[in-house]
RNA sequence: GGGCCUAUAGCUCAGCAUGGAUAGAGUGUUGGACUUCUAAUCCAAUGGUCAAGGGAUCGAAGCCCUUUGGGCCCA
């Protein structure tokens, strides 16, 4: 048990106080406390005022005394503040024994939420016409990290990729290739992913905005990439699949894994849309429109003011948003499975077994990646859209918020970043552009990122050889690019600039590591295993009852991050947690201190904040490494 | 015209869901700490009408309403 184990067993005791007094139905609340406040707090005395016609501090102090009645095993005393909280200090000797024991376990941190049942986590769904840049990395990190905390709130959770290659954005590249002449190959060895998106989609844009007939060709284009036997259907088809694997590098180059790799142009042919489309009007869902402008049209009605949304036009085609229905349907597993699957033909670097759709009915293999709850992480930008899908699958499935869109503010370029790119924007942040070529690529600030971590390194450790350098300055660049996509709310937009995330001072992941490099080189020094069998009487200064205090909190963490799809909370935690132990580190030396037992004792705390630490950088997709 | 998000220290942000104590970090600036388990660190000082106005409440950064600035989506 945990820290929770104290504030559970202050609920029970004042639920019990409670029931003493005929009073029920009071949701009090009871929490660690903020520092200078004892231990744990709670606001009984406050919810019963109004009720008990006392100020707090009265009913406080009344609780404070029934209090000392309970039987209680970790509270060492209670304190009435004049404000009106009700304070509780605890006996440290038995709490820490408590927790550090848990901290060695395995499943340390462990929460059950999702009773092991499944769930979907989609994310990154980039046009594979173009490689990553920063403001999809945004999206990719979110997806990933709330996927490592869900799996340790105990869901069993399927990573989908969704790839949008029968779009405009796919067609622009295509014209590039087959009517402007672009290489097929790429030149001077370019990563092929760069070198359509810097190069192909940039240029083949500009063209149209130079002459715009060129947009019969582009039409044109568009129509052959949906009949799916077409010639430029297949040219295209082996186009996005080279620019896709380019994506994919990116990814898993951050450690970011998948489990399926869903195509779009297979959802279109595969028939889905069609039964949806039955089953829409079926549960009238949507109408035939009989009149105004939308004549002749399929609409979803639009709740209070909101416009009516086509689904299906007057000419029989359907909208793209007639796509996303039957796909979150699927998700949702509401629609017999159209697809048969393959392995991708790479295998990812962490040996997870990564699958893709395939509508080729030799050899069959079935999978099922659906999940009774459907996570799709994407920029707010479509919560509309998102918000009718929503909306629809509430009606489909009765479980509550079995599809979440997870939605997330976009990244935009600041002003100085924006000018080194070409663009002058008065001292205003810009928004990115595949389009306009106006974006940073991800593979190129993690380059960067590299570069200088490698210097740093270099700077600190004269004899480490090469690949250690490397080794480091690698893991030390991917948590920094992860840490600063996460630390903050989903709801704020990142101004990226080049310069600042250069950064490695600070609230930054580079600073949570060196705190876990730090611990493991006292655990290495002292030539010792730590063993749990040690004197906790001995760990009493107020820097190590801080640090076993924020040890104790991991779970508590864990289930807000789950609950709340907060990534965030993970990432301010591990900061606090290492905040805590630098403190620590200041304050008590561990070894050579002439006291076997006080340095054991110790080196247990230690151990004990380093495997936590791991733990929930692991949460986060960042390594903790042993030295940097 | 309609909808969504946002405003807290010079700058970047926590805190807001579930109202109560002294509104916290980082960064910046100034000063201090390496013969010590790693100074990518730590300590101290500095810095706030919580955008503005109103409302309900014993009590508001947080809840409700209005206005304004910024961003986005739809038309």
Redesign the pocket.
Known sequence: MTFKSIIDEIKNNLSKILDELFISDVKF?VEP??P??GDV?S?VS??L??QLKKN?KEIADMFSKKFQDCTNTLVLKTEA?P???L?FYADWEKLSQLILSESYLDEFGDVDIGKNSTIVVEHTSVNPNKALHIGHIRNIIIGDTVSRILEKANYKVNVLNYIDDSGLQVADIIVGFKHFGFAEESPNGKKFDHYCGDDVYVKTTEKYEADPSLEEIRKKVLRELENGDSETAKFADNITRKVLAGQLETCWNLDVFYDCLNFESQIIRSGLWSEIFEKLKEMSLIEFEKEGKNVGCWVIRGEN???DKVIVRSNDTATYIAKDIPYAAWKLGLLDDPFNYKKYEKEQPNSRELWQTTLNKNNPISKNFTGGKVVTVID??Q??LQKIITSLMGKFKSIPDAYVHLGY?SVTLSSETAKALGLDTEG?QA?MSGRKGLYVNADSVYKLLKEK?KE??KK?HSEMNPSEIEK?AHN?SVATLRYEMI???L?????FDLTKSLS????TA??IQ?TH??A???LE?SNRTPTIDIDFSLLKEKSEIDLIKNIGLFNLQVR?AA??LSP?VIA?YCHDLA?AF??F??N????ELGDLNLENSRLCLVNSFKITLEKALNLLGITAP???
């Open positions: 609340s406390a903020k200078g406040f707090s606001n406050f919810l005022a109004k707090p503040h404000s009106g909280y304070n003011k909101e416009e707010s930008r919560a509309r503010e205003k928004q971590t740093e390194t600190r480091i030390v630390k903050q709310d709801d704020k937009i990142i101004t490695l001072e600070g609230d580079t600073y060196y490099a730090r493991s080189r006292i020094k807000d609950n709340n965030k301010r905040v630098n403190s580190y200041e008590a030396k561990v070894l042993d030295r940097m």
